[in-house]
C-alpha cells in the first residue's frame, strides 16, 4: 500500500488548504482512512476518521466545524479541507489506513502511513 500526501504549504490565520492523500496498493472498500498531525515536540494526534464504504466521518474536538475529511472513489484520494486555520494546526499532516471500518484515534490501529506534508500556519 501507498499513501501519499499532498497540498501541504503556508497560510495565514484564517486560511485555507486542502490536503490530499491519493492511495494505491489494494482495494479500500472495507478499510477506513485517517488523518492525524504532529506537531514538532509533540505526539502524533488523530484529526479526523472516514469509513472508506458509506462515508461515515468523525473529527477531533479541536477540528470539529473546520476541517472535513472527504473522498473521491475514482481516484483512490482522501482529502482534509481545512478552514479557519489557526497557529495551533501547524503540524505535519499524515494520511493513515487501517483495516475494518470501526472508528478509531489510536495510531497504533492504523497500518499504513504515508510520509506527511507539512502545514504552517502563520500569525
Known amino acids: 500500500v501507498q499513501l501519499v500526501e499532498s497540498g501541504g504549504g503556508l497560510v495565514q490565520v484564517g486560511g485555507s488548504l486542502r490536503l490530499s492523500c491519493a492511495a494505491s496498493?489494494?482495494?479500500?472498500?472495507?478499510?477506513?482512512m485517517g488523518w492525524f498531525r504532529q506537531a514538532p515536540g509533540k505526539e502524533r494526534e488523530f484529526v479526523a476518521h472516514m469509513r472508506w464504504s458509506g462515508g461515515s466521518t468523525s473529527y477531533a474536538d479541536s477540528v470539529k466545524g473546520r476541517f472535513t475529511i472527504s473522498r473521491d472513489n475514482a481516484k483512490n484520494t482522501v482529502y482534509l479541507q481545512m478552514n479557519s486555520l489557526k497557529p495551533e494546526d501547524t503540524a505535519r499532516y499524515y494520511c493513515a489506513v487501517r483495516d475494518g471500518m470501526g472508528f478509531a484515534t489510536d495510531r497504533d490501529a492504523y497500518r499504513y502511513w504515508g510520509q506527511g506534508t507539512q502545514v504552517t500556519v502563520s500569525s
Open positions: 496498493g489494494r482495494t479500500f472498500s472495507s478499510t477506513s
